[in-house]
């Protein structure tokens, strides 16, 4: 009995030097999915990467970004295509893992001709939130209520006279709203194109 006792004694010391002599294997420490080291501080920069359209998001051009703090502008073009929209962050994308770098509005993913759930897409923003990217979100012009005059951004082909025609004024009334000296636009221009007069 007493050697069935030290047996299991023995066995049991030789055992526990073992356990205390085999290294313990560290866990591999969770990455976390981001670009920027300094959470809230965007830094001028490009990506690339596949885009999802999320319909829950308020804003028309609205996006989700994983790190950059709401309001900033970006800037995102389809290679595809080409074509570019303005949107402004609304929100992060809380998922770390999650594979896409951009979530967009879906009137902003058909600005630029999106298909698909997932899509490529570049995207620019800077640490400003935006002051240097070429344009502010896309919004429509909204007249004033209080005169019904409007603002027209001057595209290529716009003359005064068409403009004239289109708004139902004369090319003398636009010229006296913009204090103009000649019947010289130029395109990106914002001209106030004033109130049609009743018609008597």
Avoid: C, W
């Amino acid at each position: 009995m007493k050697k069935v006792l030290l047996t299991i004694a023995v066995a049991f010391l030789t055992l526990n030097v073992m356990a205390q002599k085999t290294p313990k294997k560290d866990k591999a420490p969770s990455v976390e999915r981001s670009a920027n080291p300094v959470e809230d501080k965007p830094v001028a920069g490009k990506q690339t990467g596949p885009a999802e359209i999320d319909a829950n998001i308020a804003g028309n051009y609205g996006a989700m970004h994983h790190h950059l703090p709401k309001g900033t502008i970006i800037k995102v073009r389809n290679p595809k295509n080409e074509k570019t929209v303005v949107v402004e962050v609304e929100g992060k994308i809380t998922d770390r893992n999650a594979m896409y770098i951009l979530k967009l509005s879906p009137a902003a993913a058909a600005k630029i001709g999106a298909e698909g759930k997932s899509f490529a897409v570049e995207i620019e923003f800077d640490e400003k939130g935006g002051a240097d990217i070429l344009e502010k979100p896309e919004k429509p012009e909204k007249p004033d209520n209080t005169s019904g005059a409007q603002t027209h951004e001057v595209s290529t082909g716009d003359t005064l006279s068409l403009l004239a025609k289109k708004y139902g004024v004369t090319v003398a009334e636009i010229k006296k709203a913009n204090t103009l000296k000649s019947d010289k636009i130029k395109i990106g221009q914002k001209l106030k194109i004033p109130a049609p007069k009743a018609k008597k």
